[in-house]
C-alpha cells in the first residue's frame, strides 16, 4: 500500500470515505460518500464530535447508520425525536467543517455492460468507483489551485478494501507518473476511533438513500440537508463516460503500461 502515516497526518488536505451498497444484483448502486476536509478543520472537528456522542450517550460506539435499523439495531429503541435532534448536529457539524461533501454513483447495469470483461476483471464496481473518486478529487486541487498530494482514508473494516487497494495501486504506479492527479497514499483507520469516518458513513448513507428515490425515515431527514447545498458534489457517472474511461483503461491494462495522458478537458466530471 501506498503512503506514509506521516503523510496521513501532515496532510494539509484529506478526503474521508465510504461505502455504500454492494455488488448483490437487488442492489441497482453502487455508492462512494465522505468529505474533504483541511488539517485544522479536521482537529476541530474531531474534538466538537467527540462532544457530540457524549451529549447523546453513544460515545462508546459512534454513529454508524447500519445501528439505527429498527427492530434490532444498537440504537433502535431511540425515539425520533432523540434521532432527528443527534442528526442535525451532526449535519451542523459536517457542514460546518467540510471542505466539501461528495458522493460518487455508478449503477451496476452500466458497470457491466459498458467496462470490457478484462477491465471488470481488473476493475471492480468500487475499485471503478473509488477511481471516480480520485478524478474528483483531482478536478477539485486543479480549480483551487493546489500543487500537492491528497490522502485518501476509509474504514479498515471496509468490506470493499481489497479492491479500493488494487484500483488505488493501479493509479499510483502506472497512471499517476505520466499524469499528476493529486492522488496521495491510501489508509483504513477504525471507524470507530474517527468522527469523520462516521460521517462519511452518514453521508454514503445518505447518497444511497437518495439514489434509491427511498424517503428518508423519521429523524434522518437532516442528512438530506447536507447532500442538498453548494459544497457536495454529486457524481453520477453515466454510460457514454463509463465507456470511454472503459477503453482508457483497457488500452492501459492491454499495453502493460500507463498508455497515453488523458488531458483534464477529457474527464468529464
Same mark, same amino acid.
Given at each position: 500500500?501506498?503512503?506514509?502515516?506521516?503523510?496521513?497526518?501532515?496532510?494539509?488536505?484529506?478526503?474521508?470515505?465510504?461505502?455504500?451498497?454492494?455488488?448483490?444484483?437487488?442492489?441497482?448502486?453502487?455508492?462512494?460518500?465522505?468529505?474533504?476536509?483541511?488539517?485544522?478543520?479536521?482537529?476541530?472537528?474531531?474534538?466538537?464530535?467527540?462532544?457530540?456522542?457524549?451529549?447523546?450517550?453513544?460515545?462508546?460506539?459512534?454513529?454508524?447508520?447500519?445501528?439505527?435499523?429498527?427492530?434490532?439495531?444498537?440504537?433502535?429503541?431511540?425515539?425520533?425525536?432523540?434521532?432527528?435532534?443527534?442528526?442535525?448536529?451532526?449535519?451542523?457539524?459536517?457542514?460546518?467543517?467540510?471542505?466539501?461533501?461528495?458522493?460518487?454513483?455508478?449503477?451496476?447495469?452500466?458497470?457491466?455492460?459498458?467496462?470490457?470483461?478484462?477491465?471488470?476483471?481488473?476493475?471492480?464496481?468500487?475499485?471503478?468507483?473509488?477511481?471516480?473518486?480520485?478524478?474528483?478529487?483531482?478536478?477539485?486541487?486543479?480549480?483551487?489551485?493546489?500543487?500537492?498530494?491528497?490522502?485518501?482514508?476509509?474504514?479498515?473494516?471496509?468490506?470493499?478494501?481489497?479492491?479500493?487497494?488494487?484500483?488505488? !495501486?493501479?493509479?499510483?504506479?502506472?497512471?499517476?507518473? #505520466?499524469?499528476?492527479?493529486? &492522488? $496521495?497514499?491510501?489508509?483504513? =483507520? *477504525?471507524?470507530?476511533?474517527?468522527?469523520?469516518?462516521?460521517?462519511?458513513?452518514?453521508?454514503?448513507?445518505?447518497?444511497?438513500?437518495?439514489?434509491?428515490?427511498?424517503?428518508?425515515?423519521?429523524?434522518?431527514?437532516?442528512?438530506?440537508?447536507?447532500?442538498?447545498?453548494?459544497?457536495?458534489?454529486?457524481?453520477?457517472?453515466?454510460?457514454?463516460?463509463?465507456? !470511454?474511461?472503459?477503453?482508457?483503461?483497457?488500452?492501459? #491494462?492491454?499495453?502493460?503500461? &500507463? $498508455?497515453?495522458?488523458?488531458? =483534464? *478537458?477529457?474527464?468529464?466530471?
Amino acid at each position: 500500500m501506498h503512503g506514509t502515516d506521516d503523510e496521513r497526518s501532515t496532510a494539509s488536505l484529506r478526503v474521508y470515505m465510504d461505502e455504500s451498497g454492494d455488488e448483490n444484483p437487488q442492489t441497482p448502486q453502487a455508492v462512494l460518500g465522505g468529505m474533504h476536509i483541511f488539517r485544522q478543520g479536521y482537529l476541530l472537528f474531531e474534538d466538537e464530535w467527540d462532544a457530540l456522542l457524549i451529549q447523546h450517550g453513544i460515545a462508546s460506539h459512534g454513529i454508524h447508520m447500519r445501528d439505527f435499523g429498527r427492530p434490532h439495531g444498537r440504537y433502535a429503541a431511540m425515539s425520533d425525536c432523540c434521532r432527528r435532534e443527534l442528526f442535525i448536529e451532526a449535519a451542523h457539524l459536517i457542514r460546518k467543517y467540510r471542505a466539501l461533501t461528495f458522493e460518487v454513483k455508478i449503477k451496476q447495469d452500466d458497470y457491466m455492460r459498458e467496462l470490457p470483461q478484462i477491465v471488470r476483471n481488473n476493475f471492480s464496481l468500487y475499485a471503478t468507483c473509488f477511481l471516480a473518486a480520485v478524478m474528483m478529487t483531482h478536478k477539485m486541487a486543479e480549480r483551487e489551485r493546489l500543487d500537492y498530494r491528497i490522502p485518501f482514508i476509509m474504514d479498515t473494516g471496509n468490506s470493499h478494501k481489497g479492491q479500493i487497494v488494487n484500483s488505488h !495501486a493501479f493509479i499510483i504506479d502506472r497512471w499517476q507518473p #505520466i499524469h499528476f492527479l493529486h &492522488a $496521495g497514499g491510501l489508509f483504513f =483507520d *477504525d471507524d470507530k476511533e474517527f468522527g469523520v469516518l462516521q460521517a462519511a458513513d452518514i453521508i454514503a448513507w445518505g447518497a444511497r438513500r437518495r439514489a434509491s428515490g427511498k424517503p428518508f425515515a423519521k429523524g434522518f431527514e437532516p442528512i438530506l440537508e447536507i447532500l442538498q447545498d453548494k459544497y457536495h458534489e454529486s457524481i453520477d457517472w453515466k454510460a457514454d463516460w463509463l465507456s !470511454a474511461i472503459g477503453k482508457e483503461l483497457q488500452s492501459r #491494462i492491454d499495453s502493460g503500461d &500507463a $498508455g497515453r495522458e488523458i488531458r =483534464d *478537458d477529457e474527464i468529464e466530471l
